[in-house]
């Protein structure tokens, strides 16, 4: 798929850029940092400065979209371990995306080995050096993951990072994660910048335990994580706090669901709006008051 989509550099805080979409609504990266949200949600958060110390690792990047995520793992990994060689597969629904992304300003925030990678991706869907070999494949995520599958695919970490929820939420349900899951292997981890508590519910009824992406001190009481992270039975992650664990009580933690992996946002939507209406469990609102959430 290729859209005729204009996209226009948008500077973020860290002095890196992002696009705006006008389709979901939304910018691909955060406002307050485009390159570090990469770093410290999905890198950092997935240990891959531990992983490093392997010789060979496995990477999915779900939502390719810029090519961030992939940079800043390649980047944290080399630095070191330059010898690691890494395979990696990348998902995204617009391949009009990362090659837009590949001219400056975008690009130039990267170092010129991971600049050559990023435009050969964009360019070819696919990479081939003497310690990466990379596949990117176009289309919709819940179609393509099934070529993963095909290949038995199993990786050391997940990058998980679509639209939000309520904008994208056919990529948020329990059937795909557990499409996902399935190619994440019994010691990796998948990182994400959302900390919805149907996100979060989602995943464990994927069969994966949940972390939260803790924040640094101070902040304020609705700045509770920066995401989650997910793994297999077995994994250590940063514990969730009682404020997160009462979340997944509430009606807010009803998960996105699409039995057929290809119902259109809007009927998910209902869907969902329809089950919490129906739910029993504590209002979100009454948890937020409880809190002195704002």
Same mark, same amino acid.
């Given at each position: 798929m290729?859209?005729?989509?204009?996209?226009?550099p948008?500077p973020t805080q860290?002095g890196?850029?992002t696009?705006?979409?006008d389709?979901?609504?939304?910018t691909?990266?955060?406002t307050?940092?485009?390159?570090?949200?990469?770093?410290?949600?999905?890198?950092?958060?997935?240990?891959?400065?531990?992983?490093?110390?392997?010789?060979?690792?496995?990477?999915?990047?779900?939502?390719?979209?810029?090519?961030?995520?992939?940079?800043a793992?390649?980047?944290?990994?080399w630095?070191?371990?330059?010898?690691?060689?890494?395979?990696?597969?990348?998902l995204?629904?617009?391949?009009?995306?990362?090659?837009?992304?590949?001219?400056?300003?975008?690009?130039?925030?990267?170092s010129?080995?991971?600049?050559s990678?990023?435009k050969?991706i964009?360019?070819?869907?696919?990479?081939?050096?003497?310690r990466?070999?990379?596949?990117?494949?176009?289309g919709?995520?819940?179609?393509?993951?099934?070529?993963?599958?095909?290949?038995?695919?199993?990786?050391?970490?997940?990058?998980?990072?679509p639209?939000?929820?309520?904008?994208?939420p056919q990529?948020w349900?329990?059937?795909f994660f557990?499409?996902?899951?399935?190619?994440?292997s019994?010691? *990796?981890?998948?990182?994400?910048?959302s900390r919805?508590?149907?996100?979060?519910?989602?995943?464990q009824?994927?069969?994966?335990?949940? *972390?939260?992406?803790p924040?640094?001190?101070?902040?304020?009481?609705?700045?509770w994580?920066? *995401?989650?992270?997910?793994?297999?039975?077995g994994?250590?992650?940063?514990?969730l706090?009682?404020?997160?664990?009462?979340?997944?009580?509430?009606?807010?933690?009803?998960?996105?669901r699409d039995?057929?992996l290809?119902?259109?946002?809007?009927?998910?939507?209902?869907?969902?709006?329809?089950?919490?209406?129906?739910?029993?469990?504590?209002?979100?609102?009454?948890?937020?008051?409880?809190?002195?959430?704002?």
């Open positions: 290729s859209s005729n989509a204009v996209w226009t948008q860290d890196s850029f696009f705006f979409s389709e979901f609504g939304e691909f990266h955060s307050q940092g485009a390159k570090a949200e990469a770093f410290d949600k999905f890198a950092q958060a997935t240990d891959l400065a531990q992983l490093a110390t392997r010789n060979q690792l496995c990477l999915l990047d779900v939502c390719y979209g810029l090519g961030y995520n992939t940079a793992a390649l980047e944290t990994i630095a070191i371990h330059p010898h690691c060689t890494i395979d990696l597969y990348a995204e629904l617009d391949a009009s995306v990362p090659q837009a992304a590949i001219e400056p300003p975008l690009i130039t925030v990267w010129s080995e991971v600049q990678i990023l050969q964009a360019l070819t869907h696919h990479c081939a050096t003497s990466l070999r990379a596949t990117l494949l176009i919709d995520a819940r179609q393509t993951v099934q070529q993963l599958h095909s290949r038995s695919v199993q990786v050391d970490a997940i990058f998980f990072d639209f939000s929820p309520r904008r994208c990529l349900t329990v059937e557990t499409q996902i899951a399935q190619c994440l019994p010691t *990796g981890k998948l990182a994400t910048y919805s508590a149907s996100v979060r519910a989602a995943m009824e994927a069969g994966l335990q949940i *972390g939260s992406i924040l640094g001190e101070p902040h304020e009481p609705h700045e994580s920066q *995401g989650t992270i997910a793994a297999f039975a994994q250590t992650l940063p514990p706090s009682p404020m997160e664990q009462e979340h997944l009580q509430t009606r807010a933690a009803i998960p996105y039995p057929s290809s119902d259109f946002a809007d009927t998910i939507l209902e869907r969902h709006q329809q089950e919490q209406q129906c739910s029993q469990r504590e209002s979100t609102s009454s948890w937020r008051r409880r809190w002195g959430i704002k």
